[in-house]
């Protein structure tokens, strides 16, 4: 059996290239992720995202911060062999709409902000008001888990490699 700390090391790569090739995805096939989440979702790198690149002892770390924020770095950091370690990402179904951070080691979720619910007036619409919180709470979690599932069966798949040169095109091509 294989002690968890050696699996979180040997497989951490996994949600480094999940969110990188997630990026991608959201800016270059949207019908994919929509498909992938089982939802009409709409997905899309919000206000902040950190890429870092590691070798050996030495840790190169970009942080790409704030709402009117360009991607140029961020991508130039990809083209020196960074990948994604944090996100944070904008989910819309609807007229609804998510906010969250996603961190690719752990595949962490945090800072997450549901849409708005309609105010509890009385004690009797408190049981109604969790659920539905939770309902909110509960959909970006099934939507990025879907989503990653997606991912795995490419990522395992002859396609991948199709995939990767798609990805890897895109870094190139880049034009903000």
Known sequence: MIDVTVSFKRYSFLGLEFLTWLWWATEEDPDQIAKAAGEPAVLYVGNRIVLEKRQREDVERVTIKGDAAQMDEGVLALKKGAQVKDVNLVMEIGEQKWTFNLNGETMAFSTLKTPPTAPVRVVDEMEGAIIEKAALLEK?????????????????????????????????????
């Not at 990522?155 to 903000?176: P, Y």
């Open 140 to 176: 970006p979690i099934t939507v990025i888990h879907n989503i990653f599932k997606h991912f795995i069966i490419i990522r395992i798949s002859e396609g991948w490699r199709e995939e990767l040169l798609k990805v890897r095109k895109w870094i190139t091509e880049f034009q903000s």
